[in-house]
């Protein structure tokens, strides 16, 4: 049973010239577009490198895998240059990293683009590891959500214009090239590839450009540093025996929450595409849909800047968004064809809450301890390094004896568990051995 005390004051910051939340928002803005481009590369890179479904998956897997090994240096990067500088450094290794698209294409080599994620995933880690305790911990405690769902809002949106704006390059007539492929022979097929390939580079110049152009505007702008190491009275009173972070049980559960969650966000929205394309619905009309999830999202974001914690407390909205992800998934997998597709794209409206859920949920109460926090879970956002592949590998492994559109449908099944955990952890898990017990 959880001893109730009362939650520690927001983080003070220096005074800004530029309101900081301004800066965050357009720095999620960044994290959304390059990370929702995924989604188009899956099915562009399939076509383009000859990939199975699974090598395709690998696109999310080398993109977010980064996090789980760069969660570590990325906390010693921000201690050594700050939050502020700390960000510039992560949107100039992103910026390397999609440079690195550039020999991947001029060599259709896949595994040189596998490199090329890594290094961007690599960049968002360290963005994301001072980014979000930021916005987490510079206003009032039981409004964290709203905050959150705000930058949700920024990131989703990009997310929404990113397979959009990629799709109508690399896609281009995609439908007509894939069907003309299997007429050629093997040299001309390579020369068509090689085209296809090139299609991705003007577009990750200019990502190189953006990307290294904020990275100067960071550096000279006005965003505060923030104190993470402070704690009022209660709760340095309250953590005074702890010596580790793993003595807070929420936390760690709150990580695997999150670890789960990402994947499931993943699967619906870099999975969506493909599965159109499994039910026969043409490519150029199915590359739209991770939009679609996307916007499911950003609609589930308003509802939270609306709601939290106005009406609805941050803790409820995540019990509420795991029961549906528990109905959608269920129903995805019972219903036929358009409309199994239609419930993957809602799950968008069922994730949207998750995120400024748990980790004003998990980091409640850690006081001295939420930078360390903040890098596990940073590192449970490899879950989408994890479970897209998974669903990759289940398709391929029931297409055999069920069918492309059976084998798709079917591997759904694994978010079943993932919303399950979440339920457990938005009712009962946040609590596990906390002194403060979040709003």
């Known amino acids: 049973m959880a001893t109730v005390i009362k939650v520690e004051n927001p983080v003070a910051v220096k005074s800004s010239g530029i309101n900081p939340i301004i800066i965050i928002g357009a720095l999620f803005f960044i994290f959304g577009f390059v990370t929702w481009l995924n989604s188009v590369l899956i099915p562009y890179l399939k076509i383009a490198c000859q990939l199975n479904n699974i090598e395709s998956f690998l696109v999310a897997s080398a993109f977010y895998i980064a996090y789980l090994l760069m969660a570590k240096p990325s906390a010693w990067l921000l201690k050594l240059f700050g939050f502020k500088n700390g960000m510039a450094v992560g949107l100039l290794i992103m910026a390397v990293g999609a440079l690195i698209f550039i020999p991947a294409a001029l060599t259709r080599t896949y595994t040189i683009f596998l490199i090329g994620l890594f290094v961007q995933g690599s960049g968002l880690a360290v963005l994301q590891s001072a980014s979000n305790p930021y916005i987490t911990i510079v206003g009032p405690p039981e409004s964290a959500a709203k905050r959150i769902s705000i930058m949700g809002i920024c990131n989703k949106f990009a997310g929404v214009l990113a397979p959009i704006a990629l ?175 239609a419930c993957i794209a809602l799950l968008g409206l069922a994730n949207s809450l998750m995120w400024p859920a748990i980790w004003p949920l998990a980091l409640s ?61 938005a009712a009962i898990g946040y609590k596990k051995g906390k002194h403060v017990i979040a709003v």
């Open 167 to 341: 799709g109508a390059v690399v896609l281009k007539n995609i439908d007509a090239f894939t069907a003309n492929l299997a007429k050629l022979d093997a040299t001309q097929k390579i020369t068509e590839l090689n085209e296809l390939a090139s299609r991705v580079i003007l577009p990750y110049v200019l990502i190189v450009i953006v990307l290294a152009v904020l990275a100067v505007l960071i550096y000279f702008s006005g965003l505060p540093e923030i104190d993470t190491d402070h704690e009022d009275e209660t709760v340095a009173a309250a953590n005074s025996g702890k010596t580790s972070v793993f003595e807070f049980p929420h936390l760690i559960l709150g990580v695997i929450a999150l670890f789960l969650y990402v994947g499931a966000e993943v699967i619906a929205g870099d999975s969506i595409i493909s599965y159109g394309v499994a039910h026969h619905i043409p490519l150029s009309t199915a590359k739209y849909f991770a939009s679609g999830t996307l916007a499911c999202m950003v609609i589930g974001y308003i509802a939270g800047i609306l709601f939290i914690p106005r009406y609805i407390s941050q803790q409820k909205a995540l019990v509420y968004s795991a029961v549906l992800g528990v109905i959608l998934t269920a129903a995805a997998l019972l219903v036929p064809k358009y409309a199994s597709v």
């Open 365 to 425: 109460g850690l006081g001295r301890f939420t930078k360390i926090g903040s890098s596990l879970l940073v590192m449970g956002i490899a879950g989408a390094a994890v479970f897209p592949p998974i669903y990759g590998f289940l398709v391929d492994r029931f297409k055999p004896s069920l069918g492309p559109e059976a084998a798709a449908q079917t591997s759904y099944w694994i978010l079943l568990p993932i919303y399950l955990f979440i339920l457990y952890f």
